[in-house]
């Protein structure tokens, strides 16, 4: 058996599923840089299918999973685990890159690069469906995005559109931020504001930037007003 097909039967063994045809798991796998411009014969078309499988799996397992969530929540969700970065980290984790096919152009870095690992895991996706039918490729995005979609890897919303909302729903002013300090080097510089709303006390954050203090800042008051961010079904 040839290095590559190895690493393909590795590959199959991790993601728990066995093509019936090699051929499509191949070309999911296969860089347009591989293939001499010739597009047809990359990863591309199937790509393109694995995202809007992708799309409606997740859209499906986030309908089920919260089912008091409104529209612009089960969106930002959406949003949140079919963005390339999140099909990045899924191909990571099922170790992708040593089975990729690149040319010479992309041999160097192309295994690490986030948008060819997205694009592949997507193409994966893709393949499945064609090879087995969406009940299968159901069960393979379930498999590697179900936690992620019970715990998400990172706020849904950032702490200044939170606290805004939060002040909004109780019929107050919008938070006023306030530059109070700015310390450190001209190239290196540190800020400290603070965000007052209503009648509460102001809260004090710190960053290398105005925007990031007033993060922290909206972020401090959240936390002292026990708001807690969205993530939990």
């Known amino acids: 058996m040839s290095r590559k097909a190895k690493d393909q039967v590795a590959l199959e063994e991790r993601i728990g599923y066995r093509f019936a045809d090699k051929t499509l798991l191949e070309r999911a796998l296969t860089h347009v840089s591989a293939v001499s411009g010739q597009r047809n014969g990359s990863y591309q078309r199937l790509e393109f299918l694995g995202d809007h499988v ?58 690490q690069r986030t948008a060819i690992l997205s694009d592949a895991c997507e193409a994966l996706i893709g393949a499945v469906y ?25 706020p849904l919303r950032d702490s200044k559109t939170l606290l805004q909302e939060w002040a909004q729903g109780k019929g107050w002013p919008a938070p006023v931020y306030r530059e109070l300090e700015r310390t450190g080097p001209h190239h290196s510089p540190k800020f400290r504001v603070s965000v007052e709303v209503a009648a509460r006390e102001p809260a004090e954050g710190l960053g290398p930037s105005k925007r990031a203090a007033e993060q922290a800042a909206a972020a401090a008051m959240l936390a002292r007003e026990g708001i807690e961010a969205e993530g939990q079904p």
């Not at 089920?64 to 929540?73: I, V």
């Not at 685990?81 to 170790?95: G, K, N, P, Q």
């Not at 064609?130 to 990172?154: C, K, N």
Request: contains cysteine.
């Open 54 to 111: 992708l799309g409606l799996v997740v859209s499906d397992m986030l309908y089920r999973a919260f089912p008091h969530a409104d529209e612009g929540e089960l969106s930002r969700r959406l949003a949140d685990l079919v963005r390339s970065e999140t099909c990045a980290e899924v191909a990571r984790e099922i170790e992708v890159g040593p089975s990729l096919i690149l040319g010479p152009s992309e041999r160097g870095s192309g295994r």
């Open 130 to 154: 064609l090879d087995s039918g969406y009940e299968q490729a159901a069960g393979f995005v379930e498999r590697f995005w179900h936690e992620r979609m019970i715990t998400p890897r990172r």
